[in-house]
């Protein structure tokens, strides 16, 4: 495997499922994102971990938590989720903070529906 | 808050045909990204400017940063086919926040 890969591709959920999104970078990279793509706004930042540290979490509802064992992994734990939370979600990891040139790169994204 | 307008929207082009998308901040860029989003996959990082004026090419595509900072274009020169999917701008204004606009969705058709 190469760049990013998050799993599974797609899910379907009921609203009181409890499911888990999961991303891995192979890129020696040591910060890694979250962001949500919905159809209506732009793409939004959601929580991001330096060096397994999370440093950002932007406002999101508690029904998503994020996990972070170590510096290749990310997760996204889902519970309880609402209908307006169905959309794409794309995992992204970079070098931690390194300016002007600090490019992220994306995984393909997971399409979430919820039912 | 800051906020970025793309336009246009939509665009649905013939192969071989030139067009300009373009990107506008209600506040000063830190500094301006281009993404491509293809169907199925996630952005990739087109181009970074950060000097107001700057030109930038990248092959058929050519972006332009605005002199006050405030603005952005890019300019396809002969699409192709692969040139479409979703083109997104974003400021990169931390040392790790992007905030992005809402896109451009280019179809070039054959």
């Known amino acids: 495997e190469t760049g990013v890969t998050q799993t599974p591709r797609h899910l379907v959920m009921g609203m009181t499922n409890k499911k888990s999104l999961k991303c891995e970078q192979h890129?020696?990279?040591?910060?890694m994102y979250w962001y949500k793509q919905s159809a209506k706004k732009p793409l939004e930042l959601m929580f991001v971990?330096?060096?397994?540290?999370?440093?950002e979490n932007n406002s999101v509802p508690s029904r998503f938590s994020p996990e972070c064992p170590n510096s290749s992994h990310l997760f996204l734990h889902l519970h309880t989720l609402q209908p307006e939370d169905s959309a794409l979600y794309l995992c992204a990891s970079s070098q931690a903070f390194r300016g002007d040139s600090n490019e992220q790169f994306f995984g393909p994204g997971t399409r979430l529906t919820v039912l | 808050t800051q906020l970025l307008e793309q336009s246009p929207q939509f665009l649905s082009i013939q192969e071989g045909e030139n067009l300009t998308v373009y990107c506008n901040s209600s506040s000063v860029f830190s500094s301006l990204q281009w993404y491509r989003q293809e169907p199925g996959e996630g952005p990739v990082l087109l181009v970074t400017?950060?000097?107001?004026?700057e030109v930038k090419k990248l092959k058929r595509l050519t972006f332009q940063f605005g002199d006050a900072r405030k603005d952005s274009s890019l300019h396809i020169t002969a699409a192709q086919p692969g040139d479409t999917g979703l083109y997104l701008c974003a400021d990169f204004y931390s040392s790790y926040k992007l905030i992005f606009g809402s896109g451009t969705r280019l179809l070039v058709r054959p």
């Open positions: 400017v950060v000097t107001g004026g």
């Open positions: 971990y330096s060096l397994e540290e999370r440093v």
């Open positions: 890129l020696g990279h040591n910060a």
